[in-house]
């Protein structure tokens, strides 16, 4: 009777158990939906570069608050203690028994540079979302949320030499967001393959607003938006090296395709009267006939790893932007190549520095702009060791070819914080 009262009471465990860690599940779930529709909200907030004006504005940084430390190293980095969205062959490194979450929130301080002429601006917004699990021994899942690009300015220019005397403000505001799925598997301990598909979507609206000086009452604004929606895929792969018993060198390699993606164009054109001039409201014109495409990837990442000791690593990514499309016509944008360079150091805390440089995908009046930056972050465990609150600094610049256009400068703050929950551990009954 005893042994059959034991037996019920370790399959009643079993149940209590069961049913908690799918109540933890749903509740993750739940603030990821919450999380996911807070980003799509707050995303359109967080640049006032003028240059995403051109093109599908400024190209969001994949990494996380990790890897940005390390200067945006990602595609050779595996840990299990880091969700690293830059290689999806890297989710296979996921402890068997753990569920994480990453969230993270930008802050930053614009410096922009025209001539003389000097001003300074601030965004802020949240950033992106992830989770990360097991599902069985060397197969790994994640989801997540994050931007694709952003788009954010306002400008006036004049005609007060004209007929008219109007003023011309242009504003923007939006950009392109992912939602995404990742499943990695590792082979024999030495190859991890994985594969990502994402779900491409979001608005960007650019605005003119025209106002005469004659007469305030006459004002007319018109948009021009771009509603995009399309699937994205990317394959990783990484090999594992050990050398030793505490060291390991990892290659990683990722591919991505040249993508079409669905796009609406709804473009406001003016009325004009018989003096030129713009008058009356404008006619809304719809579209889907343009096409629109993300460009093929190359990126290929080197890491050299001391367990609990340092990390060391380099990334180039290569992407073919001259062949993709964009409203129809290819060689209107400009192929990009982007180098970064990190390493991490641990003791008790863990600090990250980093660099990286890479040409602008946008073309501004015949040339392109290059971007370069510095970074430092620092990763302080939680009490119980597994979790971390992650902050990363970067010093950035947006310096143009030609001096007649405008230097931005940046300082960007990220904060992070990554959950990591024990929720598979079996506890053995006393």
Do not use: C
Not at 239 to 264: D, R, S
């Amino acid at each position: 009777m005893k042994e059959i009262r034991e037996m019920k009471e370790m399959k009643r465990m079993k149940e209590i158990k069961r049913m908690k860690e799918i109540k933890r599940i749903f509740l993750s779930l739940s603030l990821f939906l919450s999380l996911f529709s807070s980003l799509s909200i707050a995303q359109s907030d967080n640049t006032n570069s003028l240059y995403t004006r051109y093109g599908y504005g400024q190209l969001a940084d994949q990494s996380f608050t990790t890897q940005r430390g390390m200067g945006g190293i990602g595609y050779g980095l595996r840990n299990s203690k880091i969700i690293n969205p830059l290689n999806p062959a890297s989710f296979s490194a996921v402890d068997s028994m753990t569920f994480m979450l990453d969230f993270g929130i930008k802050g930053q301080a614009g410096w922009f540079e025209e001539g003389s002429n000097h001003v300074t601006k601030y965004n802020a917004g949240i950033e992106y979302l992830a989770l990360q699990f097991p599902l069985a021994k060397g197969l790994g899942m994640g989801v997540g949320f994050e931007p694709v690009s952003y788009v954010g300015y306002q400008y006036v220019e004049d005609s007060l030499q004209s007929p008219s005397k109007s003023y011309f403000t242009y504003s923007g505001k939006g950009g392109l967001n992912k939602i995404y799925a990742t499943l990695s598997y590792r082979i024999l301990d030495r190859f991890s393959f994985g594969a990502n598909v994402g779900y491409l979507f979001g608005d960007i609206v650019h605005s003119r607003l025209t106002s005469s000086s004659v007469s305030k009452s006459h004002t007319i604004s018109w948009n021009d938006s771009l509603r995009s929606r399309g699937l994205t895929y990317e394959i990783g792969f990484q090999y594992i090296q050990p050398i030793g018993k505490n060291e390991e060198l990892v290659l990683g390699v990722v591919y991505t395709p040249k993508t079409k993606f669905g796009a609406t164009i709804m473009t406001g054109e003016p009325k004009y009267d018989e003096n030129g001039l713009v008058t009356g409201d404008p006619i809304l014109n719809v579209s889907k006939d343009s096409v629109f495409q993300l460009p093929e990837t190359y990126a290929v990442g080197l890491s050299y790893r001391k367990f609990n000791k340092w990390t060391v690593g380099a990334d180039f990514q290569y992407q073919r932007w001259s062949n993709a499309k964009f409203y129809d016509k290819t060689d209107t944008l400009s192929n990009r190549t982007k180098i970064n360079l990190g390493a991490e150091y641990i003791n008790k805390l863990y600090y990250r520095a980093g660099a990286y440089y890479s040409n602008s995908y946008v073309i501004v009046k015949g040339a392109n702009y290059k971007e370069y930056g510095v970074s430092l972050g620092l990763g302080i465990p939680m009490v119980d060791k597994r979790s971390f609150l992650n902050l990363a600094f970067e010093y950035s610049v947006l310096d143009p070819k030609r001096k007649a256009l405008l230097k931005e400068q940046y300082l960007k703050f990220t904060l992070s914080y990554t959950f990591n929950e024990l929720w598979f551990f079996k506890r053995k009954l006393q």
